[in-house]
């Protein structure tokens, strides 16, 4: 079956989270993707969050890629890179501003070989401004985007989500920004330059509800649970579960409602006879509706609500994903038998192709594995291969 990128040279020059899960989508959808990496340490995510000998975090950022090892410092090790150059349609880097420049491997120096090239930066806050040269971690940006301004509880010191939101969603949108880049070359023959900042991507996160805020001119603020709706809460259940309600159109919702959990009694008390009056008196409906859930498990309530067509959902933990069915028909969470880890279970590709399905089955590369398969692609002879190995600009795996 063809990829949708089948055909498409990356060289990927990124470490960590943001850049290599960008490529990762790339390489799911059938592009080649060369793993680029200083032949002395490697990607830092190679030894971070090792649990029981299996490393999730390379693994998953890195799947289907090829892994080149060379010194990018080095006179032979820059020329492999601008001979590969030459072959590709996009490179991707994360280094600090500045960095690939100094190397002589910035935009401006591989377009010379390569004029439709797509040069990619992941940066931390954006190509201009006062922190343009700044490094960033995910924890940085989610507190400078406003992120950890509204969340948690109003008493609660800053809180910052509980997943890497600005590493993933940054590299989600840098992908994109790569497809943009692609198409607009397919029509135009036209290469060029993009960057796309985390924090960039946790502004774009919060479109909504920033632009919200800058349209009021005040901030959005942190609620506790018994301060938001009774409509758009989460309720625990007799068999210690959660379960969550999410009705904007309570006119129309609230009725339904009633008659699904039985108390179509509600309706005529007048704290609760309008939309208006029960979000006003929502903590007396917070509390008997809290005693209603608590009188049957979760999934009794979840398929009740569901006949009403009504929106909820269980509260999932990560274990109950595992084998939650509608993430396993789906292929969001996909088995894959890992030639060295084993039967393993992690997330697939997110978007549905019908001709061409991304590819998520694929491992991540061993340190320096497809070095020498590179360099003999490129010309280079065995003599030579070995002789940059004594040299110690490349490393083999």
């Known amino acids: 079956m063809v990829s949708s990128l089948e055909g498409i040279r990356v060289l990927d020059f990124t470490v960590g989270q943001q850049g290599p899960y960008s490529t990762t989508m790339l390489a799911d959808l059938g592009a080649d993707v060369i793993k680029i990496e200083e032949p002395n340490a490697g990607d830092f995510g190679r030894y971070y969050r090792v649990w029981n000998g299996r490393n999730a975090y390379f693994l998953l950022h890195n799947r289907g890629k090829r892994g080149l090892a060379v010194d ?3 006179p032979r090790g820059r020329e492999v890179i601008f001979k590969l150059a030459a072959t590709a349609d996009v490179v991707v880097q994360n280094f600090r501003r500045g960095v690939m420049a100094r190397l002589k491997l910035g935009y401006d120096d591989l377009r010379a070989v390569n004029p439709r090239l797509i040069y990619a930066s992941a940066s931390g806050f954006g190509p201009r401004g006062p922190w343009s040269e700044r490094p960033a971690l995910d924890l940085a940006v989610q507190a400078m985007a406003g992120v950890m301004s509204v969340t ?6 800053p809180t910052p989500a509980g997943i890497p939101i600005a590493d993933q969603v940054g590299g989600m949108v840098l992908a994109f920004g790569v497809m943009v880049a692609l198409f607009h070359r397919e029509r135009t023959g036209v290469g060029q330059e993009l960057d796309v900042s985390l924090f960039g991507s946790q502004l774009a996160l919060q479109a909504f509800n920033l632009t919200g805020s800058l349209i009021r001119g005040k901030n ?6 018994l301060q938001t ?7 625990r259940c007799s068999d210690g579960r959660w379960i969550v309600i999410a009705m904007l159109q309570g006119e129309r919702h609230w009725p339904a409602l009633c008659a699904a959990i039985g108390r179509d009694d509600l309706i005529a008390d007048p704290r609760f006879d309008t939309l208006a009056n ?3 008196n929502g903590v007396a409906l917070m509390a008997i509706l809290e005693d ?5 498990p979760a999934q009794d309530w979840l398929d009740d609500l569901g006949k009403f067509d009504l929106i909820c959902a269980p509260v999932n933990s990560y274990m109950d994903l595992a084998d939650f069915p ?13 030639p060295t880890y084993g039967p ?9 192709l019908s001709k061409t399905p991304g590819n998520p089955y694929h491992r991540a590369p061993d340190f320096g594995e497809h070095t020498a398969e590179v360099l003999a692609s490129l010309g280079y002879s065995a003599e030579e291969i070995a002789s940059m190995k004594e040299e110690q600009v490349i490393r083999l795996g």
Request: no cysteine.
């Open 229 to 235: 709706s009774p409509f758009w809460n989460s309720y």
């Open 152 to 157: 948690g509880n109003p008493d609660d010191p």
């Open 220 to 225: 959005q603020p942190r609620r506790a649970r």
């Open 72 to 74: 990018l410092k080095h």
């Open 344 to 352: 393993i279970k992690m997330v697939g590709f997110p978007v549905q």
């Open 326 to 338: 509608q993430a396993r028909e789906n292929d969001y969470i996909v088995d894959y038998d890992h």
């Open 278 to 280: 029960a979000i006003k």
């Open 292 to 296: 209603i859930f608590a009188t049957r």
